[in-house]
């Protein structure tokens, strides 16, 4: 028999039931408490449901995000890097190397010496030339200056002749009236006979003489013309000599190299220029600017017409990943044509034809700056990414999707 609690009033508050059900009808019961794999049961699908609804809600966040936040749609390619402006020198004039007065990574002025080439045959004819035209200019000098007091020596000299002719002339009448010839000199002259008389012969003669003075003198004096002739032929021939000593000093100047422009000297083993023979246009070394950089990337066919110049892009050397994350920023300068050539190679290797195009891409000089201006070298490997646009998420994964299946 088994004792459950009763309700009967005045009774002791317990039943006695037997084994066959008899005693009474059931008193109510409490529910039965549930059993440990059906509180699991519940457990699970309520977090099951919160995990669908946080997924549903971050799907949403997610679509939403992707329809409507945009973000840079970027290009991608890798190359070198540049600077932006390397001024050639050249050798102007053939000649044999003497001595070099600059080495690799030297920071040099516009217009310092570079290269001193051998220069004596032509220091030593320019030494002639200035002697020849410093003996010609004091002759000339010379000559200027006394040809004034020739040609008045000229003129009284003329004037002598004619005043000794004159009174020669005058000696002729006195003897002619003395001696009772009628007539005047000149037709005394004109039909007397040498040997008539002693005294008119010697007057005759000293006349004759006179004559010859006097056409002598003007033939000096006319000849002051011809030596005003030579001192402009001399002149000529002064003026010659000068162009010619022009010309030498160029050439010599030629001789001596000096650098185009202010920058740092690139170019390696300029030991052995010394001594070596330069033909003309023989490129000696480069100087690069060095506040002044750009990257030239490779970017594919497939990109390369989403790229337009003036896009903004960041530029990652790839020698300063270990130091710094930073991006060099720049923008486009130009975008090539034409596939690069087959043997232009960036940091993926060698491109197939066709298959790359060259993007230049200059450097903000104040990015440079800050990366430090010393620690940038010709030929460092680049990757950059070209900000084409900016577009939605989903759109950009659409793009990436049409392209990885075309």
Do not use: C
């Not at 023989?282 to 066919?301: C, F, H, Q």
């Not at 486009?332 to 195009?357: F, H, I, K, L, N």
């Amino acid at each position: 028999m088994i004792s459950v609690p009763g309700t009967r009033p005045g009774g002791s508050g317990f039943a006695r039931v037997g084994p066959g059900g008899s005693g009474g009808p059931h008193p109510p019961r409490l529910p039965d408490p549930p059993v440990g794999s059906e509180l699991t049961g519940r457990l699970l699908r309520r977090a099951v449901n919160v995990l669908f609804a946080l997924l549903l809600v971050l799907m949403a966040g997610a679509a939403a995000v992707a329809f409507l936040v945009e973000v840079d749609d970027t290009v991608d390619g890798s190359g070198v890097l540049l600077p932006r402006r390397v001024w050639p020198v050249r050798a102007i004039e053939p000649g044999i190397v003497r001595r070099v007065l600059v080495g690799t990574g030297d920071r040099v002025r516009a217009g310092e010496l570079l290269v001193q080439l051998d220069s004596l045959k032509l220091a030593t004819e320019l030494a002639q030339l200035r002697a020849q035209y410093d003996s010609r200019r004091i002759q000339l000098d010379r000559a200027e200056a006394a040809l004034p007091y020739e040609l008045r020596q000229k003129s009284a000299a003329r004037e002598e002749s004619e005043a000794k002719r004159l009174a020669v002339r005058a000696d002729l009448r006195e003897a002619l009236l003395n001696y009772s010839v009628p007539g005047d000199p000149d037709s005394v002259l004109a039909r007397y006979r040498p040997g008539s008389h002693v005294v008119i012969d010697r007057t005759l003669s000293q006349l004759r003489v006179a004559d010859a003075g006097v056409r002598d003198a003007e033939a000096q004096e006319a000849l002051g013309g011809l030596e005003a002739l030579d001192l402009r032929r001399q002149r000529a021939e002064l003026r010659q000599l000068a162009v010619q000593i022009r010309s030498t000093e160029e050439e010599l100047a030629r001789l001596s190299i000096r650098a185009p422009a202010a920058g740092i000297v690139a170019t390696e083993r300029l030991e052995r220029l010394p001594g070596a023979f330069t033909h003309e246009g023989d490129s000696l070394m480069e100087i690069l600017e060095p506040g002044s950089w750009r990257a030239d990337v490779l970017v594919s066919e497939r990109d390369v017409h989403e790229v337009h110049v003036g896009d903004p892009a960041r530029v990652e050397i790839r020698a300063f990943r270990a130091a710094t994350r930073e991006l060099v920023e720049g923008r486009v300068r130009s975008v090539a044509a034409e596939p690069a050539d087959a043997g232009t190679q960036g940091a993926a290797g060698p491109p197939a034809p066709g298959d790359r195009y060259r993007v230049t891409i200059d450097l903000d000089p104040a990015a440079v700056e800050r990366i430090g201006v010393a620690r940038m070298r010709m030929g460092y490997t680049v990757e950059g990414k070209i900000v084409t646009g900016r577009r939605r998420i989903a759109e950009m994964v659409w793009r990436y999707l049409r392209k990885q299946t075309g």
